[in-house]
């Protein structure tokens, strides 16, 4: 059972832009906060970005902020995000993710990026390949 499809990634040019889509398969995404998570090899799993179901806000780490953009589209079941001004340090395996729990209670985003980074409960996207290199 898939329940977050990931759209492919890809090989970007510094300064380049990549946007990245997050399906529901089996739940409506807007009920719920969506969080993208990053990893690079040898490194920590960041927390990226997250859009809240609740009050409409959204949070974004400093590495990325002003550069990336999350955004949902609900006709679609869908999470964007828009990256741009790419960076060699962009590069890494990107996931979306939510809780079930970020759909019950009222959360803004930056509350539910919380929930995100430390709950058992996550539903994962595949993962998807970004690389950042000329």
């Known amino acids: 059972q898939v329940d977050l499809v990931q759209s492919w990634g890809g090989l970007v040019q510094p300064g380049g832009s990549l946007r990245l889509s997050c399906t529901g398969s089996?739940?409506?995404?807007?009920?719920?906060?969506i969080g993208w998570f990053r990893q690079a090899p040898g490194k920590e799993r960041e927390g990226v970005s997250c859009t809240s179901s609740s009050d409409g806000s959204t949070y974004y780490a400093d590495t990325v902020k002003s550069r990336f953009t999350i955004s949902r589209e609900n006709a679609k079941n869908t999470v964007y995000l828009q990256m741009n001004s790419l960076k060699p340090e962009d590069t890494a395996v990107y996931y979306c993710a939510t809780d079930p729990t970020t759909g019950v209670r009222p959360l803004s985003a930056e509350q539910a990026m919380g929930v995100l980074q430390t709950s058992i409960y996550n539903y994962w996207g595949q993962g998807t390949q970004v690389t950042v290199s000329s």
């Open positions: 089996t739940f409506t995404l807007d009920y719920y906060a």
